[in-house]
């Protein structure tokens, strides 16, 4: 069996891979539009400034949209990465900012990021376990976090906003390394890593063909139950992960708060990027330049004085316009 | 035989037993709690679940197509918001105007996915975005009060009776209605056909769009209503409301017994489903009130997700050997 990566189409003549670059290029095109658009339009736009700003808003929503993309991909959907973000976010500070946190900082943020990331990886396991071993369908199974893991996290923190002063923490959030923002490079580090696993590992072949055509992949031996559950973990872990650096920007911890509607952003940004809610692909570098685009839509809409409201508005067309343009190329 | 018990099982038994838990919490709650078989708790309960009987109504049958709506509770928030601004003009203008809105909330969903062909589920997050973003646009992100001097509040405040109110009322109206255009009526059967095989049913020469289209707009005039609701009982329109309720309107569908594969449905078994979240948050606030345990919100939200997990496992349970013949 040959599993063709359909990120890398065969074209037969030259005229058709043109037409094929071209199609495939939409996002980037539209992502230096807007920078163009507002080099010229919006105040102090090209400033280190701005950009830091700008890549610290998109990194978290960069992260989650590609453990979405990774969902996606197996045909699946995410709809608890917001709660699973609150929920890893109000376990941090929960215990570092315990007494035993207080005695020993070191050691006790090193446990409550580790703790976190488990929690988090362990939400995953519910998700994938409900979708690949009960069969329950994907908006249905995680439905329930969703519902129950921000109510969780609030319970955690008796629904009050926890504030600290943990530098080592924070770095997270607002560490700098070469002048980039930390989670700048956080973004670049994973999707490297999810770039390789997908075009040059088993996995990668496996996650496509779980996508592409279940049945099809089962039959000819791919574990696609594993994948799924695979897939529905590292989704869970990156939205921890996620959820830990908002709370880090933050130097504090909204249960209430963190996270919501990130499960839209992440959609809309894997959708935007390429992503075929069918499964089958996982463009990973379009779906940061969707991310990026959803983000910088809304800050020129706010830099110059559109109101948010706005913004969501403009967003339900790109998403719209995005999923459109899809279904006119047939799927592909 | 004992496939065909099954098969029984699978499309009615989840559904009577959703209406016998229900009977069974009224009893539990009339037992236990002092003021729980008054007509004040009643007729509180029935104009609170209102609304969520009515959005409930309308995702069953988007369900039943196949679909999912998304947009619901933001519908519904924006409706709240133009129907307060009408109250004015009293509630035989701003009920049309707020079940316009949710119609017009529909039709546009209906037009991206059966004329666009937009996946339903990606249609109706943007509406819900959309939605979201206009009615915080109208009414400046703030509440729009409702003019109390008009006869606009009577519908959400009131009672029949002394203990019917009349938003319960209207809402057992539309599901009657709903019900028999989902048992007896053609454009019900469409429904059904399209959620179970488009394909066959366009090859019988149906129209499964257009059955699919009135489930986006019936299910928007649905939201569209219980927004006035909305801004009726709570004397003001809420942009900010409306967050969460499609999931809650989804799980009751599904605690219901409806599968969300489409083809299937039923309309009391859903409302018996609402019923059911209702009654379970409406104990639980009587729980608190004897003082044996203090449960906050937050871990109302936990109780209903681990609920949605133990009917979802049933439902598994129940459907899973099916799979096999």
Not at chain 2, 20 to 45: C, Q
Not at chain 2, 167 to 189: C, D, F, K, Q, Y
Not at chain 2, 193 to 215: F, I, K, Q
Request: with cysteine.
């Amino acid at each position: 069996m040959k599993i063709t990566s359909s990120t890398a189409s065969p074209a037969a003549t030259p005229a058709p891979r043109l037409q094929y670059r071209l199609r495939h290029s939409g996002p980037l095109l539209a992502l230096l539009l807007l920078i163009g658009f507002n080099a010229l339009i919006t105040p102090n736009f090209m400033s280190m400034q701005t950009l830091s700003v700008n890549i610290t808003q998109v990194a978290t929503i960069a992260i989650v949209a590609m453990g979405m993309t990774l969902v996606i991909a197996t045909g699946g959907i995410d709809l608890s990465v917001g709660a699973v973000m609150a929920l890893a976010g109000a376990i941090v500070p929960l215990i570092f900012l315990s007494s035993a946190g207080q005695d020993f900082p070191l050691i006790m943020t090193l446990v409550a990021i580790i703790a976190a990331l488990g929690v988090a990886t362990l939400c995953g396991l519910f998700n994938g376990m409900l979708v690949s071993r009960f069969g329950v369908q994907p908006i249905v199974a995680t439905l329930i976090l969703f519902i129950s893991g921000r109510g969780l996290a609030q319970v955690l923190t008796n629904g009050n906003l926890q504030t600290f002063d943990n530098p080592m923490f924070e770095y997270l959030g607002s560490g700098r390394l070469l002048g980039v923002p930390i989670q700048g490079w956080l973004v670049i580090l994973i999707a490297a890593i999810a770039v390789f696993v997908v075009s040059r590992t088993r996995f990668g072949r496996y996650l496509l063909a779980s996508g592409g055509n279940p049945r099809a992949a089962e039959l000819a031996g791919v574990p696609v139950a594993r994948v799924r559950m695979i897939a529905y973990t590292l989704c869970a872990l990156l939205a921890g992960l996620a959820g830990m650096i908002s709370v880090a920007i933050n130097s504090a911890s909204d249960a209430a708060r963190n996270g919501q509607l990130m499960e839209l952003d992440a959609i809309a940004a894997a959708v935007v990027g390429g992503a075929l809610l069918q499964g089958g692909r996982a463009p990973f570098i379009g779906v940061i330049i969707g991310a990026a685009i959803i983000q910088l839509v809304r800050y020129t809409l706010l830099a110059n004085g559109v109101p948010d409201e706005v913004a969501l508005i403009v967003k339900a067309a790109i998403i719209v316009g995005a999923v459109y343009l899809q279904s006119l190329r047939g799927g592909h | 035989m004992t496939t065909l018990v099954r098969r029984h099982i699978a499309d009615h038994g989840q559904s009577t037993g959703v209406m016998i838990g229900v009977l069974l919490l009224i009893l539990l709650g009339t037992l236990r709690y002092d003021n729980f078989a008054s007509l004040y708790n009643l007729s509180s309960f029935l104009n609170y679940n209102a609304m969520f009987v009515l959005i409930t109504m309308g995702m069953c049958l988007v369900i039943m197509t196949g679909g999912i709506d998304l947009s619901v509770g933001t519908v519904a928030a924006l409706s709240s918001v133009t129907a307060a601004g009408f109250s004015a003009h009293g509630l035989e203008v701003a009920l049309p105007v707020g079940v316009l809105t949710g119609l017009a909330a529909g039709a546009l969903n209906a037009f991206m996915i059966v004329i666009m062909r937009i996946p339903p589920f990606i249609a109706t997050l943007a509406t819900l975005l959309a939605a979201k973003g206009t009615a915080l646009v109208i009414s400046d992100a703030r509440t729009v009060p409702v003019d109390w001097t008009s006869n606009f509040t009577q519908l959400g405040m009131n009672n029949v009776a002394g203990w019917l109110p009349w938003s319960m009322l209207l809402t057992v109206v539309v599901g009657i209605a709903l019900w028999l255009l989902v048992e007896h009526w053609p454009l019900g059967r469409v429904m059904l056909a399209a959620g179970d095989n488009e394909d066959t049913a366009n090859l019988m020469g149906l129209s499964s769009g257009w059955a699919r289209a009135w489930a986006y707009v019936i299910c928007g005039g649905c939201a569209g209503l219980a927004g006035v609701f909305l801004a009726s009982g709570f004397g003001a329109g809420q942009p900010l409301e409306g967050l969460g309720w499609e999931l809650t309107a989804i799980a009751s569908v599904v605690v219901g017994g409806t599968l969300l594969t489409g083809g299937r449905g039923s309309i009391p078994a859903s409302v018996a489903g609402a019923l059911m979240l209702g009654l379970i948050f409406n104990l639980l606030n009587f729980e608190n009130g004897l003082g044996t345990f203090n449960l906050s919100a937050y871990w109302q939200m936990v109780i209903r997700g681990a609920f949605l997990f133990i009917v979802i496992l049933l439902q598994v349970k129940i459907t899973r050997p099916l799979a096999g013949d």
